[in-house]
């Protein structure tokens, strides 16, 4: 496949909408962790915070801007100026704007309730052009726009960009899209905007954030929003770690300026942070991501690792594992025996022996490969003293 040279940017949120998690919160320490990680992995901007949502939050926002890392800092804010002023205090290099767009969130929201749309792009215009005369970067987002009037939703945008808007978002708040909607709808608002930079920023309701993601990056979306495991509101936000493998993998598009090997660690530092433990069948960092028990499977991977898996593991930081159980077959037996513990000559017979008992005691318990190797010796030691 013919790469194409085009960049698409990464905005991560985790930091924001991240610990939007049930039961998140980042301390200080932790938030500076995970900014400094995600500068390691190359990112291109990293949502540190909503600073008008307290003093501490407009400190570690503040800290974090003081590190000296190559992304560049945004932060959230309403369509207001003090929210400005508190990014522009905050020493961020841009602000995230959101404005609810959608009937029922300006029905939902009472000091919304009734707002003439015209209102809406009149506020939005006002704090886009503020932002710029603040030298800030402006991202700006119509919440819940997917469930919008999409010619409204043009119209505001249009209305931003001439004031300065830096990128427009694709602001899927509940998850209404499917991959083909994305694809249709970044393609048309890219083709009606005149090619303005567009964003996503996505959730995963019904598990396709990814996918959405994907759509639209193969419909030309100039950036992606994403966390870390995908933490975020509800369900969850697209994974940085997933929509990174799948776009390089699957698309003409890459990620070249982003580190993959670091994404297990970061996996890993999310977790212990967060308290929120994945699944293991987590693609691309989950313990599952590599791992093969089946005999005649496993068997193939030794001979072609291209054979079950979609990409070498050493991309994201992690490595292949053979899982010990009732399905496991005799190459792998003698791979483990060979490779960890270097037992260099191994019959026939007593091979066949390990994996006989392997698979009876790996049907009621799972095994690790010093479990192989006890009943290896086991068997060896009976075979002595007959």
Known sequence: MIKSDKKIAIMDNTLREGEQTAGVA??????????LKLDQ???????????????????????????????????????????????????CHGVTFFIPTSEILL????????????????????????????NLYVAFGAEDSTRTDF????RMYKAVIDAGADIVAVV????????????????????????????????????????????????????????????GERAGSPSLQECVMAVKELTEYDFNHINTHIFKELSNMIIKYSGVNFSP???IVGENAFSHESGLHASA???????????????????????????????????????????????????????KEVKVKGSSARLNYDDVFKIYSDIKRRNENV
Do not use: W
């Not at 909607?181 to 019904?206: C, Q, W």
């Open 26 to 35: 980042f301390s200080k320490e932790e938030k500076i962790d995970i900014a």
């Open 41 to 91: 992995a190359g990112v291109d901007y990293i949502e540190a915070g909503f600073p008008a949502v307290s003093e501490q939050e407009f400190n570690i926002i503040k800290k974090v801007n003081s590190l000296g890392i190559k992304a560049k800092i945004m932060a959230l804010a309403r369509t207001s100026k003090a929210d400005v002023d508190l990014v522009y205090e905050a020493g």
């Open 107 to 134: 029905k939902a929201k009472s000091n919304m309730s009734g707002i003439e749309p015209q209102k809406l792009i009149e506020s939005s215009i006002e704090a886009v052009d503020y932002a710029k005369r603040r």
């Open 151 to 154: 010619e409204f939703i043009l």
């Open 172 to 231: 899927d708040t509940v998850s209404r899209l499917t991959p083909v909607d994305t694809y249709n709808m970044v393609k048309e608002m890219k083709e009606r905007l005149g090619g303005a930079p567009i964003s996503t920023h996505l959730h995963n309701d019904f598990g396709m954030a990814t996918a959405n993601t994907v759509s639209a990056v193969m419909a030309g979306a100039d950036q992606i929003q994403t966390t870390i495991n995908g933490l």
């Open 281 to 283: 069948l987590m693609p």
């Open 301 to 355: 991977v030794l001979n072609d690792p291209k054979s079950y898996e979609p990409f070498s593991p050493d991309l994201v930081g992690t490595q292949t594992k053979f899982i010990i159980g009732k399905h496991t077959g005799k190459n792998i037996v003698k791979h483990i025996l060979e490779k960890t513990f270097h037992i260099d000559e191994i019959s026939q017979e007593m091979l066949q022996s390990v994996v």
